[in-house]
DNA sequence: AAAAAAC
């Protein structure tokens, strides 16, 4: 087997002999080309091959393993009711929920005119939902790995008869401390299968995971890892600690941003930085650990439909959401892990629209800047960021805080020509990314109701035998057996 | 140092 991946040349999904009921699906999602990775992806896992995939979120990565997992178990859908003719064939495990809410909300979309089912589970909701799903059967399971773990001990979940398995931002499950979660999953699962791995990075330990667990991957690269995107400035602003709230008042309200992404390394932190923001003029919440689920659903949701300015987050945002392209975000702290501070501003200029990527930097940062500037290989523009109405933290709800709103005055901030900041003499200045252009897609918690109407039909069971598909039943049953090794060292 | 994730 080859190692190398020809890249298509012609431009549509209909390249890729995916069936007419997953292209319309494509269709009426407004996909017409297939993205790079796409392009690479789709045809190596149509042929059962491991993969081992860098690509940036925003890149069409969830496309590019969804869509081949649906054609190839397609041959196996079954509109009988029956939970037994529904067993669990395909796994995707994401670091976060909000990102599996995502993945199955996308692969819901993707299989709605096959009699395939998914559902999602994570953790910080009620289980008997999903346990009532899970029993339904399902053929595709998005999953956080504790919760699964939880459903797999109530037995409300069977990984016995996965075929293929995806790792989504592997590196940050490892990160997350994952790696005993996945091992024991891992271990559930049969050995003759195909596993996909994606992850930002190939670190040693992303390495070490893929010898263990995958057979022959294909590596697939399409953005070289740590790179930022060109079409994001990134600006970073030298500020005193105190001035950070006010700073951030004072970009928003300079550069018109309609919606920001900011964040923030510590959960008090985003909490407290919403609430001044709020007290500020500026419509803000907060999404991180901390907060409730059904809080931090409500949160994106809210911003996902624009009627939030400022999410302020953490990390728990940093990675995979799935946001249509922001003008702009904005770091209020510098990450401490320099691969975050690439993610983080992986939320604008995506798509190729241009984005703004603005860091507030405080004279103890200077650490986290230079390991920032060595991540990505170049140097930042620092700029002096003089805020002119400072947020008093405490019960100032008058006085200089709101000064900034009537008169705003922008002393200080200047950038080279064509930026966003100078004002035209007596009104607006146009920015340079058209905001019009600028919208969001609605944010559709994962529908639980799968086309159970059409579950219900046919009773006469159609076992699947030969499928008269490009991709026989026997390879998609793996084929070759190869003994994998269980991980040890 | 901090974040995330099962109860």
Known sequence: MSDTVATPSTATFDQFGLSADILKAIAEQGYTTPTPIQAQAIPVVLAGRDVMGAAQTGTGKTASFSLPIIQRLLPLASTSASPARHPVRALILTPTRELADQVAANVQAYAKHTALRSAVVFGGVDMNPQSAELRRGVEILIATPGRLLDHVQQKTANLGQVQILVLDEADRMLDMGFLPDLQRILNLLPKDRQTLLFSATFSGEIKKLAATYLRNPQTIEVARSNSTAANVTQIVYEVAEGDKTGAVVQLIRERNLKQVIVFCNSKIGASRLARQLERDGVVATAIHG?????????????????????????????????????????????????????????????????????????????????????????????????????????????????????????????????????????????????????????????????????????????????????????ALLGGFGMPRKTTSS
Request: glycine share 8%; net charge neutral.
């Open 290 to 474: 901390d907060r409730s689920q059904s809080e931090r659903m409500q949160a994106l949701d809210a911003f996902k439909r624009g009627e939030i300015e400022a999410l302020v987050a953490t990390d728990v945002a940093a990675r995979g959401l799935d946001i249509a392209e922001l003008p702009a975000v904005i770091n209020f702290d510098l990450p401490f892990n320099a691969e975050d501070y690439v993610h983080r501003i992986g939320r604008t200029g995506r798509a190729g629209a241009s984005g703004d990527a603005l860091s507030l930097f405080s004279a103890n940062e200077r650490k986290q800047l230079q390991d920032i500037e060595k991540l990505i290989k170049r140097p930042l523009d620092v700029e002096r960021l003089v805020v002119d109405s400072p947020v008093r933290h405490h019960h100032d709800e008058r006085g200089s805080a709101r000064r900034g709103r009537d008169e705003r005055d922008e002393r200080g901030s200047r950038r080279r020509s064509g930026g966003g900041f100078e004002r035209s003499s007596g009104g607006h200045a146009h920015r340079q990314a058209p905001i019009d252009d600028f919208f969001l897609k609605p944010y559709e918690p994962s529908p639980s109701a799968l086309s159970a109407a059409s579950a219900r039909r046919d009773e006469t069971e159609n076992v699947p035998q030969k499928p008269a598909s490009k991709q026989p039943l026997a």
